[in-house]
């Protein structure tokens, strides 16, 4: 049984200005290339785009312990290597390629807080540009000092209000922490002298 031919077949309209193909009929030569064009054509976009050389398979993602393989030379194309870099500054343009870092599987340091309320529209955490990550857990929030490890206690609420959000200034290295409350209260506080503004 011949697969290139298909079961139906049909017959042109005798009043068409031009003669359509009979379903069914085998492709002619002429409609070969074009299919071979079309698969030459994906090959080399796939291999511009992705890197890839014809037949071999690149993963994108590597969910592995170790870091990422860097990629091959065959990646960069010469044109790549060309206009990598801009020719007015030594500057290296976005198209330049970061070498790859090396990250940790395992975590260096674990947030133990218990208190955290599990709400997607309340902001409990923020690292400022002092390196302290302040914590709203509950009624209180806490700093903990990066570089020293130290843990203090800023403020805790009195009643039923909780924290509702924590935010440093954004002025480098300001220590000046607002601080948003389920009441709709914004305290402002100055964490180098422990105490509200």
Request: charged content about 20%.
């Amino acid at each position: 049984m011949n697969m290139d031919v298909v079961a139906c077949r049909t017959s042109p309209s005798r009043g068409s200005p031009s003669p359509e193909p009979v379903v069914g009929e085998k492709r002619n030569a002429s409609q070969q290339p074009e299919d071979e064009d079309k698969t030459m054509y994906k090959k080399r976009l796939a291999s511009a785009l992705l890197g890839n050389d014809e037949g071999e398979k690149h993963k994108i993602l590597k969910f592995t312990a170790k870091p990422a393989v860097p990629p091959p030379e065959s990646f960069q194309s010469s044109l790549q290597a060309r206009f990598s870099h801009n020719k007015i500054s030594s500057i290296p343009t976005a198209n330049a390629r970061k070498l790859n870092r090396y990250v940790p599987s395992a975590p260096i340091k674990v947030l133990d807080a218990p208190e955290l309320m599990n709400d997607y529209y309340l902001n409990l955490l923020s690292w400022g540009s002092n390196n302290i990550l302040a914590v709203a857990l509950g009624q209180c929030v806490y700093l903990w000092n990066a570089e020293t490890g130290d843990i203090d206690e800023l403020m805790t609420l009195e009643g039923d209000d909780y924290v509702s959000s924590v935010q440093w200034s954004d002025v480098t290295g300001s220590s000046h922490l607002a601080i948003g409350t389920s009441d709709s209260v914004v305290q402002l506080w100055d964490v180098a002298a422990m105490k509200q503004i």
